[in-house]
């Protein structure tokens, strides 16, 4: 049974991505199996509902066969007494049978299933924080509602209908914030049609009238005369709703009394750090080169591993595709397996293990990898896998750096101001968010399944993860000390 896309969006804002936390999953679990429940139930009220059409179609055509018997020749048809009977028994019986066959209840059993069912959905609470979460993570990526209402519905991987857009607006309107309400409900209103679905809209209470005239509200809160093409839009679709008129007429009679300058929307000004998440980062002449490294040890003479330097303050290169997929399959077990002593979580929807070199001969290859590509003698002993689905950016470094976890007291204790340099092994890829920036230098990497990215920079790395958009990320990071003399 198929998930909507707007349930799922709603489950991954609620509940972040599972890493390796078992009562995550477990509500994950609970509330999918719950939205199976409720499809199913209502799949089964459409079946009972279509035998019940069932029996009426075909009872209808025995009756239109009879009728239109009886239309040839009316006198001929009913000078036969059993014709007449017939007609009459119909009339005078089977219309009350059809009358108490059409006030029955459909399918009460399934009725009351979810009647049981509806006490376990989400609350009002969950809904505001997944609408406010969409809001800002849409904000923050500089996404316009237009944009998420795809044409091709369910084809966009960003995809809100209509009705979203429509609830998210309303829930926007309750918390005073009527710029934001305002573009979404003119987005659910002018597409309203668009979704192949919306003849449901009205019933799961929002026909399109409505949606025009809480647009027209929102409108009128910041003083725009596009109030009243709202408001007409409204009455041409409800032209005897009493009420909507009354509002309308109050609306113009307090425009009149107190006029006042509109509201417009504020001239877009995102931050530094929300232009580098966007990939809106300025061009450098000459500033991304690709070489082969053949110089750190002979064996690359032979077998030289591909990279890219990306910025030169601080060096950061990239080496394209140098893990290998059973490589990466290989790490992702042992992160699934990974004993609780080894666990960390540096904060809420941040999860890590800490791995040695040693744990496998995998591992070690890896190991004497990262020093063929740094030239290095040798780098930290432990590797740290790091599962991140985060709504809001976040400096990963500094996470560690502050981590009480006894998993990286022997880190901590090394000191990360002796940090050299830093190892970044991307084991995901991730389509929408979650890239990594530095801010003051103009650096965005997506991650990329099987890229490696090294930073050479004494101390602290200043790196920022951007909001993860769809899935999560997940990274296996290795840090180069300085080599004490």
């Known amino acids: 049974m198929a998930v909507t896309p707007w349930s799922l969006i709603l489950l991954?804002?609620?509940?972040?991505?599972?890493?390796?936390?078992?009562?995550?999953?477990?509500?994950?679990?609970?509330?999918?199996?719950?939205e199976r429940d409720l499809l199913q139930t209502l799949r089964e009220y459409a079946e009972k509902l279509e035998a019940k059409i069932s029996l009426i179609n075909n009872s209808l055509e025995e009756y239109m066969d009879e009728i239109e018997e009886a239309n040839e020749n009316p006198e001929?048809?009913?000078?036969?007494?059993?014709?007449?009977?017939?007609?009459?028994?119909?009339?005078?019986?089977?219309?009350?049978?059809?009358?108490?066959?059409?006030?029955?209840?459909?399918?009460?059993?399934?009725?009351?299933?979810?009647e049981r069912l509806l006490p376990k959905l989400p609350q009002k609470e969950a809904f505001k924080k997944a609408a406010k979460d969409v809001h800002s993570l849409t904000?923050?990526?500089?996404?316009?509602?237009?944009?998420?209402?795809?044409?091709?519905?369910?084809?966009?991987?960003l995809h809100l209908s209509p009705l979203d857009c429509y609830h998210l607006g309303m829930e926007l309107y309750e918390d005073h914030d009527y710029l934001g309400a305002a573009k979404w409900l003119q987005v659910a209103a002018q597409n309203f049609t668009r979704s192949r679905y919306s003849d449901l809209f009205s019933i799961l209470g929002?026909?399109?009238?409505?949606?025009?005239?809480?647009?027209?509200?929102?409108?009128?809160?910041?003083?725009?005369?596009?109030?009243?093409?709202?408001?007409?839009?409204?009455?041409?679709l409800n032209s005897q709703n009493v009420h909507l008129m009354q509002e309308v007429g109050q609306m113009e009679l307090l425009s009149l009394r107190d006029p006042m300058e509109p509201i417009l929307d504020p001239e877009p000004k995102p931050s530094f750090l929300e232009r580098n998440c966007r990939g809106d980062i300025p061009p450098h002449q000459g500033r991304l080169k690709c070489e082969l490294n053949t110089w750190v040890h002979m064996f690359l003479e032979l077998a030289p591993l591909k990279f890219e330097e990306l910025i030169n303050d601080p060096y950061t290169i990239v080496f394209p595709g140098s893990i290998s997929e059973n490589e990466i399959t290989h790490i992702e077990d042992?992160?699934?397996?990974?004993?609780?002593?080894?666990?960390?979580?540096?904060?809420?929807?941040?999860?890590?293990?800490?791995?040695?070199?040693?744990?496998?001969?995998?591992?070690?290859?890896?190991?004497?990898?990262i020093l063929d590509m740094t030239g290095v003698e040798e780098t930290w002993h432990t590797f740290?896998?790091?599962?991140?689905s985060q709504l809001t950016t976040f400096e990963p470094f500094k996470l560690f750096r502050n981590s009480t976890k006894l998993q990286l007291q022997k880190l901590n204790a090394?000191?990360?101001?002796?940090?050299?340099?830093?190892?970044?092994i991307f084991l995901k890829d991730l389509d929408l968010g979650g890239a990594i920036t530095m801010p003051n230098a103009d650096l965005?990497?997506?991650?990329?399944?099987?890229?490696?990215?090294?930073?050479?920079?004494?101390?602290?790395?200043?790196?920022?993860?951007?909001?993860?958009?769809?899935g999560s990320g997940l990274v296996m990071i290795k840090f180069i000390f300085m080599k004490e003399k």
């Open 139 to 157: 904000r923050f990526y500089g996404y316009e509602p237009i944009d998420l209402v795809a044409k091709n519905e369910r084809k966009s991987p």
């Open 12 to 34: 991954l804002l609620l509940f972040g991505c599972p890493c390796f936390k078992a009562l995550d999953e477990k509500r994950i679990r609970g509330v999918l199996s719950l």
């Open 206 to 236: 929002a026909p399109r009238w409505q949606v025009f005239r809480d647009l027209a509200r929102a409108l009128h809160k910041l003083n725009r005369k596009s109030a009243y093409g709202a408001y007409e839009s409204a009455l041409r």
């Open 384 to 388: 740290y896998i790091v599962e991140y």
């Open 444 to 470: 965005y990497v997506h991650p990329k399944r099987g890229n490696v990215l090294i930073t050479f920079q004494p101390g602290e790395l200043e790196t920022t993860i951007c909001p993860n958009i769809a």
């Open 76 to 114: 001929e048809y009913l000078s036969n007494p059993l014709n007449a009977f017939r007609l009459i028994r119909h009339m005078h019986q089977d219309w009350v049978g059809w009358q108490v066959y059409m006030e029955q209840p459909v399918a009460p059993e399934q009725v009351a299933k979810l």
């Open 414 to 424: 090394q000191n990360l101001d002796n940090v050299e340099g830093t190892v970044i």
């Open 334 to 369: 042992a992160y699934e397996r990974c004993p609780p002593n080894s666990q960390f979580e540096l904060i809420k929807g941040i999860n890590g293990c800490s791995i040695s070199d040693g744990y496998s001969p995998v591992l070690k290859g890896i190991n004497e990898r």
